[in-house]
């Protein structure tokens, strides 16, 4: 007791601080509100670190040191929490850590409309009020074949407002199959549920015909929904009921038949050795009157919901109420465009947008990047450790293709000294975080996911991670 009452004494006021700060390169760049804000938040620590006895486990702060502390806190404490990362997972569609990298075309559309006024709402052509959609429906349709479009702000979104417009107290019938949930806790039967309808499952969990479909139809029955199984697999003995059959039962019921693609894709990646997911034109063409897919997964764009299909649906979900609440704002719209306008040259989709780059680029180009990747780390790493090449595995993240292994390269690191795990742990915290993954008690670095202008970055971040005393 007699030695925290002597801790305590010692901690300086706040007065005190804010002098040692304002001799600090800090003065110039923390407003002197934020200085005392941080400073009241780390003086509470260090009062309640004393009163918990975290003293009795290491040395007493000399005033000096206290005062450095102090600075290095408020640095860290004023940094923007949004900021870049570099992706060494080798998961292509990271959903912690942005999703899909935007291409630099997207990147100045987005630029412009931050930076000047735009035609959000305004027709150019008839100086009268204008709908935000113009913008991206010709081009969906033009892309997909579909009749008309509308884009919300993600694809839960867009199955929800068309749930509610379509089948509010009514019945929807679906596949026990399918019920599928994806990240953060998003399940159908929920979202069913939200969007006032009521869930009819048909089949068994591996096994669903035509006829399980036929016995639940009534005369409650609104919507006959598919969900494409994007993030995990049933495989063995397995019976799903083709899209065509579906749509031709609807026709003869006179009942509208919905697909939740998920993760929707515009390119045949089968022809890159990838595993065979439906594209988003062949799904249209199967005659489906909804069709639901974010745009931030393989399509390589913003974080969307996109709605496709025959006019007099989605016209009747544009005037859902939810739609204002649901909408899209003019920086989605503006890069969404951007990314759709680059699917018009099928190749130039494929080089352009880092997710179909990423996803494609051939392994021996991974390899090479991850050469020179690890010349940079032998050149700027002074602590001792183990650096060198591995063949591994990437993903394409994201819920989709969840079977679907890619080829890669990473430079595999093991500290002598220092804790893989505080390593990793340091590494998230460098001036450039850098976020890789954990195996073997090795930190691995995929190059599929590490951009050539990061290597410098990277390999920055991790001699400064490594340069510290454990």
């Not at 804010?18 to 003086?43: E, F, W």
């Not at 919507?223 to 579906?246: D, K, Q, Y």
Request: glycine share 8%.
């Amino acid at each position: 007791m007699e030695m925290r009452t002597q801790l305590l004494k010692t901690i300086p006021n706040v007065q005190d601080c804010l002098a040692a700060l304002g001799q600090s390169d800090l003065s110039a760049t923390v407003p002197l509100a934020r200085q005392k804000h941080c400073v009241r938040i780390y003086l509470d620590s260090y009062r309640r670190a004393i009163l918990a006895g975290d003293h009795d486990t290491r040395p007493p702060r000399s005033r000096a040191g206290l005062m450095a502390e102090l600075v290095t806190f408020v640095r860290s404490y004023h940094r923007p929490r949004f900021t870049r990362v570099i992706n060494a997972t080798g998961v292509v569609v990271h959903t912690n850590l942005g999703r899909s990298r935007l291409p630099a075309s997207a990147g100045d559309m987005l630029a412009m409309a931050a930076l000047n006024y735009s035609n959000l709402e305004f027709n150019l052509a008839t100086g009268r009020r204008g709908s935000r959609y113009d913008s991206v429906t010709d081009v969906l349709c033009e892309l997909t074949g579909a009749e008309d479009a509308l884009v919300v702000n993600n694809n839960a979104a867009a199955v929800l407002i068309a749930l509610d417009t379509l089948a509010r107290d009514r019945e929807v019938v679906v596949s026990r199959g399918q019920l599928v949930e994806i990240g953060g806790s998003f399940r159908i039967p929920d979202v069913m549920r939200a969007g006032g309808a009521r869930l009819v499952e048909v089949g068994t969990t591996n096994r669903t015909h035509l006829q399980d479909y036929v016995d639940a139809i009534n005369e409650r029955t609104a919507l006959l929904l598919r969900v494409h199984c994007s993030n995990f697999r049933i495989i063995g003995f397995t019976s799903e009921v083709a899209n065509s059959e579906l749509v031709q039962l609807g026709r003869e019921r006179s009942i509208p038949v919905m697909e939740d693609l998920g993760s929707g894709c515009l390119v045949d990646l089968s022809r890159f050795g990838l595993a065979r997911e439906p594209t988003v034109r062949e799904v249209v063409a199967s005659g489906m009157d909804i069709v639901t897919f974010s745009g931030d997964k393989l399509l390589g764009g913003p974080q969307a919901g996109i709605l496709l299909g025959k006019s007099q649906f989605i016209g009747r979900i544009k005037k859902n109420p939810l739609n204002r609440a649901l909408r899209i704002d003019k920086f989605t719209l503006a890069a969404l465009e951007s990314v759709l306008r680059l699917y018009l040259d099928e190749a130039r989709a494929v080089r352009d947008i880092p997710t179909l780059a990423m996803i494609t680029e051939p392994v021996d180009e991974v390899a090479g990047r991850a050469r020179r990747c690890l010349a940079r780390l032998q050149d700027r790493v002074a602590a001792p450790c183990s650096l060198k090449l591995l063949a591994v595995e990437a993903r394409v993240g994201g819920g989709a293709m969840p079977e679907q292994g890619i080829a890669s390269w990473a430079v595999a690191i093991k500290p002598e000294v220092l804790k893989i795990h505080l390593l990793e742990e340091r590494l998230r915290q460098a001036p450039v975080p850098v976020v890789g993954r954990v195996e073997d008690d090795r930190l691995l670095l995929d190059m599929r996911t590490v951009a050539e202008d990061e290597l410098d970055l990277l390999a920055e971040s991790l001699a400064i991670a490594l340069s510290v005393q454990p």
